[in-house]
């Protein structure tokens, strides 16, 4: 069956430190994978997907096939960047029937 | 994009009881689906809901407890029936628009 694992409940950081959320997946098939936050009070957005290969907000995630993973990074946190982070799945069926993780809360201090 | 809201944002029932949340979109979407958020948990889906025909359910979820409605293409409703402490969850909808998914803000539900 697929799954999500997100390691970290909680990352803590000072601003200006590197940040890296860790995601690692289960799937036997071609996933589609993705990155999803939600800052306080707001609700949860797609922050950047595998296929796009863009870098959002200065966060880049690449995925490793090898090592079944899609870890999200950043080379200077800023304090705005405190949400909770949320790695997610599609089987890639045609449309997004996503699997989530547990999510991952950064908390970035000044 | 889209913009989706939820109504109601919050809740407190009794057990026993059902409660309807309802979905809106503020333009036309490919898919629809229901999550659940329990307490501390991730997001797991419930169901897909299919415009004009019987929602599709995740395994463990079934249509007696979680009756869904999409009579068109932007609005569906969740019921949550006959409810228990258990149930006590936030209930995202989410819609399915050029391979983006956007979602609601969520209705807490609070099983007394």
């Known amino acids: 069956a697929q799954r999500v694992t997100q390691p970290e409940k909680l990352l803590s950081v000072f601003k200006g430190a590197p940040v890296e959320l860790k995601c690692n997946y289960s799937?036997?098939?071609?996933?589609?994978l993705f990155w999803y936050v939600q800052y306080s009070r707001q609700r949860l957005q797609l922050l950047l997907r595998h296929i796009s290969r863009e870098s959002i907000k200065g966060f880049t995630a690449d995925l490793n096939k090898g090592e079944t993973s899609f870890h999200l990074k950043k080379p200077f946190a800023q304090e705005e960047d405190s949400a909770m982070y949320y790695c997610?799945?599609?089987?890639?069926?045609?449309?997004?029937?996503?699997?989530f993780g547990t999510g991952t809360r950064l908390l970035v201090s000044p | 994009s889209a913009v989706i809201s939820q109504k109601p944002s919050r809740d407190i029932c009794q057990r026993g009881t059902s409660l309807t949340i309802q979905c809106q979109v503020d333009?036309?979407?490919?898919?629809m689906f229901w999550y659940r958020q329990q307490p501390g948990q991730s997001l797991t889906l419930i169901a897909t809901?299919?415009?004009?025909?019987?929602?599709?359910?995740e395994s463990g979820f079934v249509i007696d407890k979680f009756p869904i409605s999409r009579p068109n293409l932007t609005f569906s409703t969740l019921t949550v029936s006959n409810l228990s402490p258990e149930d006590s969850s936030i209930y995202l909808c989410?819609?399915?628009?050029?391979?983006?998914?956007?979602f609601g803000p969520g209705t807490r539900l609070t099983v007394t």
């Open positions: 989410s819609g399915d628009s050029n391979y983006e998914q956007y």
């Open positions: 997610a799945l599609s089987m890639n069926t045609g449309f997004q029937k996503l699997v």
């Open positions: 333009s036309q979407v490919t898919m």
């Open positions: 809901a299919n415009q004009g025909s019987e929602a599709t359910y």
């Open positions: 799937y036997s098939g071609s996933p589609e």
